[in-house]
């Protein structure tokens, strides 16, 4: 009896020292998220400024690279290189005007989010409802499959059919996804409404679609479908398939957190599952602060010219994983998530796992027989 007592007291004190550093835990988290949200106040001078920084260079670099079609193709393509690194601003602004946290006025971020969303041919309303989907669901593997990569874990894809595994494999190809990726979000992805759309969000994405084919109409119209091919196409692929990489390298990292409903935590799957993209000062101004992703996830109220001062004025935020352009290429092979290691692994790590699985059914089926 003494014994059982010991045992008891002991669990007792277990659960209370679990409870206590839950509490604790949970204090911490409400003060980090208090220490961020100071950051959240759009500034209107700051927004005007970024807005005059981005989208007159923009059309002058579109309009100097239709000129250099008279001198040289080469320098055409490389003044439209440098104009998709402006189109990749141009949609931070679209990004944050989907957050509401560019502008204090949710009229001025509708407005402002569907001319920028027409720039960069992704419709407003629609992408606003996806992407917060993505916000309050990321990391959590109970809830994947809106407004995010596609991710497999290591079990799920042992289990699925050949066809499947096939799939996902063509998907996860980097060909595929940052080349032929932005095509489909372009023409199939951004131009459709989800059926469950409502007339705001539909009426919206018809508005954009229409603005877009009148507007490629006209500049087709105007300098020729092969200039304007050379030039927008350029563009447009190069924009998508670095802002695709942008979203993939910032959630798919080897120890990015993910977990199931019941142990997801929304401040966790923030610092730990979204990372700091530390770029040079060029990149980190031509894509808007986003590498500092991890405070993005965190508060995503905080406009893009607040993320970097976030960052620097809350000591817990340096705790979260910093890649580089070198160290970020190594994510090129993680393709699929280890619920028991914790990790991002590739294919062929788990090639023994798939010939172990063959034999097994060789041999049930050898038996059956």
């Not at 206590?20 to 400024?49: G, I, P």
């Amino acid at each position: 009896m003494p014994i059982i007592k010991e045992q008891d007291l002991f669990m007792k004190i277990q659960t209370l020292q679990i409870f206590k550093e839950d509490a604790m835990s949970k204090e911490k988290t409400m003060q980090l998220r208090k220490q961020v949200a100071q950051f959240e106040k759009s500034d209107t001078a700051a927004s005007v400024k970024q807005i005059i920084n981005t989208i007159p260079p923009f059309f002058i670099l579109w309009f100097l690279a239709y000129q250099a079609l008279d001198i040289s193709i080469f320098l055409t393509i490389a003044l439209a290189i440098v104009a998709s690194g402006f189109v990749v601003r141009v949609f931070i602004i679209f990004h944050d005007c989907t957050h509401g946290s560019f502008f204090k006025n949710k009229k001025a971020n509708a407005i402002l989010g569907t001319i920028t969303g027409i720039m960069t041919l992704f419709a407003y309303e629609k992408w606003k409802r996806d992407h917060s989907i993505h916000h309050a669901t990321s990391s959590n593997l109970d809830k994947r499959g809106t407004g995010d990569v596609w991710v497999m874990t290591v079990d799920e894809y042992i289990e699925a059919s050949p066809g499947r595994r096939f799939a996902y494999r063509l998907y996860r190809n980097p060909i595929v996804m940052f080349g032929l990726g932005p095509l489909f979000l372009y023409l199939v992805s951004n131009r459709f409404n989800r059926k469950d759309a409502r007339p705001k969000e539909r009426n919206n994405t018809y508005f954009i679609n229409a603005a877009i084919v009148a507007l490629y109409g006209g500049m087709i119209w105007w300098i020729g479908l092969p200039a304007f091919a050379i030039i927008q196409g350029t563009i447009l692929i190069v924009a998508g398939s670095f802002g695709i990489w942008l979203f993939y390298v910032q959630h798919q990292f080897e120890d990015s957190y993910f977990e199931d409903e019941d142990q997801w935590d929304y401040v966790k799957a923030a610092v730990d599952g979204s990372s700091f993209y530390k770029l040079p000062k060029v990149l980190q101004w031509l894509t808007g602060n986003i590498g500092y992703h991890h405070v993005h996830h965190l508060s995503p109220r905080v406009p893009n010219y607040n993320l970097e001062q976030a960052h620097e004025l809350t000591p817990p935020l340096h705790q979260a994983t910093t890649i580089t352009l070198k160290t970020s290429l190594k994510s090129i092979r993680f393709r699929l998530y280890d619920e028991t290691k914790k990790t991002f692994v590739g294919f062929k790590e788990i090639q023994h796992l798939l010939n172990n699985t063959k034999t097994t059914l060789q041999r049930s089926s050898v038996q059956e027989k």
